[in-house]
């Protein structure tokens, strides 16, 4: 997987700046902030969703596996 490095994003930013201008690359720095905070909220839910369901499920099989023993 390729590797963005500083020289790359100085690049992006610098032509950021020349095509939105100076007023309105704030605005859109607040606006991918904002964008990108809702994404990791979103994963990390998802994560989350996806732990609890294993963690109910090694419950049940520890369950199975007790009343089998008995």
Same mark, same amino acid.
């Given at each position: 997987m390729?590797?963005?490095?500083?020289?790359?994003?100085?690049?992006i930013v610098a032509i950021a700046i020349v095509v939105l201008g100076? $007023?309105?690359?704030?605005?859109?720095?607040?606006?991918v902030g904002s964008w990108i905070?809702?994404? $990791? $909220?979103?994963?990390?839910?998802?994560?989350?969703?996806?732990s609890n369901i294993d963690l109910e499920d090694n419950k049940i099989e520890k369950k199975e596996e007790k009343k089998d023993e008995s």
């Amino acid at each position: 997987m390729p590797t963005i490095g500083w020289f790359e994003i100085l690049i992006i930013v610098a032509i950021a700046i020349v095509v939105l201008g100076p $007023k309105d690359f704030p605005i859109m720095l607040k606006k991918v902030g904002s964008w990108i905070g809702s994404a $990791k $909220k979103y994963v990390n839910n998802i994560q989350n969703e996806v732990s609890n369901i294993d963690l109910e499920d090694n419950k049940i099989e520890k369950k199975e596996e007790k009343k089998d023993e008995s």
